[in-house]
């Protein structure tokens, strides 16, 4: 059974830096895309950043530049760095990761960008 455990969420203040850990396990095999989505109350879960086994890179165009997305697969995790936070970052991060064509959730983690 996959388990997918997030840290690293809290309270910042604008501007501010937070990074996001997402461990997974429960697999042999090695993960294919690893990612990060976020949910902001009322609104529609949305990507973030996905990164692939090799290391290749997808971000929302709204987070490239403050946004970084890493993962060591010998720890089978993955990161998610975040730069000069905004009020509007403000979510629920929920890790996602893909192995054997299923989708695998995390049980989210919150992030709070306020003053």
């Known amino acids: 059974q996959v388990q997918l455990v997030e840290s690293g969420g809290g309270l910042v203040q604008p501007g501010g830096s937070l990074r996001l850990s997402c461990a997974a396990s429960?697999?042999?095999?090695?993960?294919?895309?690893m990612g990060w989505y976020r949910q902001a109350p009322g609104q529609q879960r949305e990507l973030v950043a996905t990164i692939t086994s090799g290391g290749s890179t997808n971000y929302a165009d709204s987070k490239k530049g403050r946004f970084t997305i890493s993962r060591d697969n010998a720890k089978n995790t993955v990161y998610l760095q975040m730069n000069s936070l905004k009020p509007e970052d403000t979510a629920v991060y929920y890790c996602?990761?893909?192995?054997?064509?299923?989708?695998?959730w995390g049980q989210g983690t919150q992030v709070t960008v306020s003053s």
């Open positions: 996602n990761v893909l192995l054997g064509g299923r989708s695998y």
């Open positions: 429960g697999s042999p095999f090695r993960f294919n895309d």
